[in-house]
């Protein structure tokens, strides 16, 4: 923390400095902080406004003249659909997908591309950058947050390296918030519904000092009940606890040289996650293995075997415990022909959870978390041309580092022996019983780049846009598994002693110590090209390529173990993904700009692509993060918005999605093919006949999935909706009775590493509506109702750790209703 204060202060002052020598260019708008004039005209793509101004390129822009895939939604949009954190997001937006378990096991992926599908691993990066303020938020447990007095979001597909601080090979999301303004305002948002659902939001600006210092202070609460009961506990759990408080300082320091200071405290504290129990299928384990059979030796049966009944009876508490947190300082200086932009930036992630592992009411595994803590240091400098010339320009240094400290803790419980032993150890309960396994973590990553992108004019409608990158990442890692048995001794797991006890040896089968320290660094070159054509006013083409680089990563989630029992070292690090992407693209405006049809093909080849993996090269075949071959997502995005008339607005979006493994000979077998006795594999080829699907017998050591979809994505995803106003007044003051209604709809999709049939997760469509009144920008009253056929449906599914055939999962919200009224003053 104290480095950051000396960054920002350098900063403020550097750039003081620097302002007593620039002639001094046209104060602002009175009463306007920056972007304050804009943000009047800011609206959604999705209601058909071709005004909406954005900063994708770090420079302000209409939407519909910058040649990428970009998707915006404006503050008002999303308080309007409810849409008030990233998950929510995905039901307006086709091509953005989020998965969360938890808030630490969160992905978010664009396109089917960004962070493996089900795995958390420090080590590795994720390719959909989150930026706040342009402030790099590099925990994805960010996302789970609720949005507060935002502005707009906008949603950048595809890789963007050369215009952000921190490279981003899959997209970006860009949130932006409301800006401290010099005319008071206020605002006030409260929401009342269901499942004791309560929402408050609050913000106020104003001047500190006339045309100099303004101040922003924001608020969001939210608080909702579980929804799913657990009848051990009686809690209803997978509920909502969010708070988020916010603090800007914007100061006019001279006609030229603006400094914003923000603060944000946020804080999570739900009876969360719960995923339980959904189906139950066939591997090739033992019978007398399989869950079936496991559970009736212990007379259990879930409360419920309808996942929808929405109940459980996990015996261990739930807890997902969370508070994020910073400090930025944002400095804008007005060069004349070019504006010069610093960004310094701490943040703080501490993490404090509590899982139920195994997934059903039964003491196996009694204690399960990972709790973290996370502080990073970001420094961005950033220099971009004013207005439009022959060639326009962006360039940039940054810099970055992090620390994430874990102390990892897995407690076996008094029922572990029988459910995850076999042979005559499998009747001694004392053999697992407080088997404890404590990992302590460390982590430390530094990234620096310097990028840029070019713009040459080469004539009042054609122009080429080359950009670069050069980075260079550097992870260091330290992991550490000290086991100990019930009695409090330090288990060995030497070959000696494994030899010497059938109970060492169950026991090293179930946790095994080891320890290794992992580094990786490695210098990159990246870059794109990007040729864009206004066909007319309202029609622009572009075509795009780009070589990104997404960085290599290390293993912090224990390695394989050789013949000796000690890591294998070489799997301690994971290559770089190197990404060639091509992408064709049209948008289109006409009948007076009341209707844009966006169009967007892309063609993307992942080679190296960071993925879930067993290997057939080493003595002992286990799970963990490294490379595959080569994964191709490919597809046609389609964003559309109509104004009809002055009364109805209308959207539809759509996506197809095409994202495959195209080379992926090593991966790890589904369950059905999993459980059994692994075939010996001799010069890497694999010796033996496998037993059927879902029969007990021999298993595949790993299975070639070469052809098969990546998990995740959905092949299609569409959401439209539309809203119809009668203008009408109350009291004199004119104002707007209306109707609303949001849908999307996702095919299934696959929720396994490999495809599997027990966890492939069925298409769903979801309807929302809205009713109310609107009084210009100053009143809003409505009554909604979300998911307003009830329709079931999960967010993911997984499998129990051991081949057991149990099949869990997380269904999504039912259907939800409430009230919301907001206020502008």
């Avoid at 309960?429 to 992108?453: E, H, Q, W, Y």
Wanted: glycine share 10%; net charge neutral; aromatic share 10%.
């Amino acid at each position: 923390m104290p480095i950051t204060l000396v960054l920002l202060l350098v900063q403020a002052a550097a750039a003081a400095a620097v302002a007593q020598a620039v002639p001094p260019a046209p104060a602002p708008q009175k009463g306007a902080a920056p972007d304050e004039a804009v943000a009047g005209r800011l609206g959604t793509a999705q209601q058909g406004d071709g005004d909406v101004v954005v900063t994708a390129r770090r420079r302000a822009e209409t939407v519909q003249t910058v040649p990428i895939a970009i998707s915006v939604i404006g503050g008002q949009a999303l308080a309007d659909t409810g849409a008030y954190n990233v998950n929510r997001l995905t039901q307006l937006q086709p091509s953005l997908q989020f998965y969360s378990t938890n808030p630490r096991n969160s992905a978010a992926n664009i396109r089917g591309l960004g962070a493996p599908f089900g795995l958390t691993n420090d080590g590795i990066e994720q390719g959909v950058g989150i930026y706040v303020d342009q402030v790099y938020y590099s925990r994805i447990a960010s996302a789970t947050f609720d949005f507060t007095d935002t502005e707009r979001i906008e949603i950048l597909r595809g890789p963007q390296g050369t215009l952000y601080g921190k490279n981003t090979t899959a997209g970006a999301i860009n949130i932006t918030t409301r800006k401290p303004s010099f005319t008071p305002e206020a605002r006030v948002e409260l929401t009342a519904g269901n499942y004791a659902f309560v929402q408050a939001k609050a913000s106020a600006s104003g001047p500190l000092v006339d045309d100099r210092l303004a101040v922003r202070l924001s608020a969001s609460v939210t608080r909702r009940d579980g929804t799913v009961d657990n009848v051990r506990t009686g809690v209803r759990i997978n509920a909502h606890d969010n708070k988020s408080l916010r603090g800007q300082l914007y100061w006019h320091a001279t006609d030229t040289l603006d400094l914003t200071l923000s603060a944000d405290y946020n804080h999570q504290d739900p009876d969360c996650c719960a995923q339980y129990f959904v189906r139950v299928g066939a591997t090739q384990r033992p019978l007398a293995r399989q869950y079936e059979a496991l559970a009736a030796a212990f007379g259990y049966q879930p409360p419920s075997r309808d996942p929808f009944d929405r109940v459980t009876d996990l015996d261990t508490p739930l807890r997902a415990r969370q508070e994020l947190g910073g400090v930025s300082l944002v400095g804008e200086l007005d060069l004349g022909g070019a504006s010069l932009t610093l960004v310094s930036a701490w943040r703080k992630w501490d993490w404090k959870p509590s899982n139920d592992r195994d997934f059903i009411g039964l003491p196996i595994t009694i204690v399960s978390a990972n709790p973290s803590q996370q502080q990073q240091v970001s420094q961005e400098l950033r220099i971009a041309s004013n207005g439009r010339r022959a060639v326009d320009y962006v360039a940039g240094l940054f810099y970055f580092h992090q620390t994430i400290d874990t102390q990892g803790l897995q407690v076996q419980g008094p029922a572990a022996s029988r459910y995850l032993l076999s042979g005559a150890n499998a009747n001694d309960p004392a053999v697992l019983d407080r088997l404890t396994a404590r990992n302590t973590i460390g982590f430390s990553n530094t990234s620096a780049a310097a990028f840029g992108k070019l713009t040459w004019h080469v004539s009042d409608r054609l122009s080429i846009a080359p950009g670069v990158r050069v980075n260079y990442d550097q992870k260091k890692g330290d992991y550490s598994s000290v086991v100990t048995t019930g009695s409090g001794a330090t288990l060995d797991c030497s070959a000696a002693a494994q030899a010497a006890s059938s109970v060492t040896r169950d026991r090293c089968g179930v946790l095994a110590p080891q320890r290794y320290r992992p580094d990786f660094d490695d210098w990159n070159v990246s870059g794109d090209v990007t040729l864009a054509y206004d066909l007319s006013d309202d029609s622009h083409f572009y075509a795009t390529y780009a070589r990104s680089y997404k960085s290599g990563g290390i293993n912090l989630s224990g390695l394989p173990l050789g013949s000796d029992n000690l890591p294998l070292l070489a799997t301690a690090t994971v290559r770089p993904e190197t990404v060639n992407h091509y992408e064709l693209g049209l948008k289109n405006q006409f009948l007076d700009r009341r209707a844009t049809v966006n169009l967007a093909a892309f063609w993307t080849d992942i080679f190296d692509y960071q993925a879930t993996v067993t290997n057939s090269q080493l003595s002992v075949l286990r799970g963990y993060l490294a490379n595959a071959g080569l994964v191709r997502t490919r597809g046609v995005e389609i964003d559309s918005a109509f104004r009809p008339t002055s009364r109805l607005n209308v959207y539809a979006n759509a996506a197809f999605t095409d994202a495959k493994y195209a080379r992926f000979t090593d991966a790890p077998c589904p369950p059905e093919l999993s459980g059994g006795t692994a075939l010996p594999v001799v010069n890497g080829q694999i010796v033996g006949t496998p037993g059927a699907p879902g029969t007990p017998g021999n298993s595949l050591p790993f299975c070639d999935v070469s052809g098969q979809r990546i998990p995740g994505v959905s092949k299609w995803a569409f959401s439209y909706g539309a809203e119809y106003g009668i203008p009408t007044s109350f009291g004199g003051a004119a104002g707007n009775l209306y109707l609303g209604y949001d849908g999307s709809y996702r095919s299934n999709f696959s929720s396994n590493p490999s495809e599997s049939i027990y966890t492939r997760v069925d298409g769903y469509s979801i309807s929302n509506v809205r009713v109310g009144y609107r009084e210009g920008g100053r009143v809003n009253l409505f009554g909604w109702v979300r998911n307003v056929f009830d329709q079931d449906y999960f967010e993911l599914l997984a499998t129990q750790s051991g081949n057991t055939g149990l099949v869990v999962g997380q269904p999504g919200d039912p259907r939800t209703y409430g009230v919301t009224f907001s206020a502008s003053f």
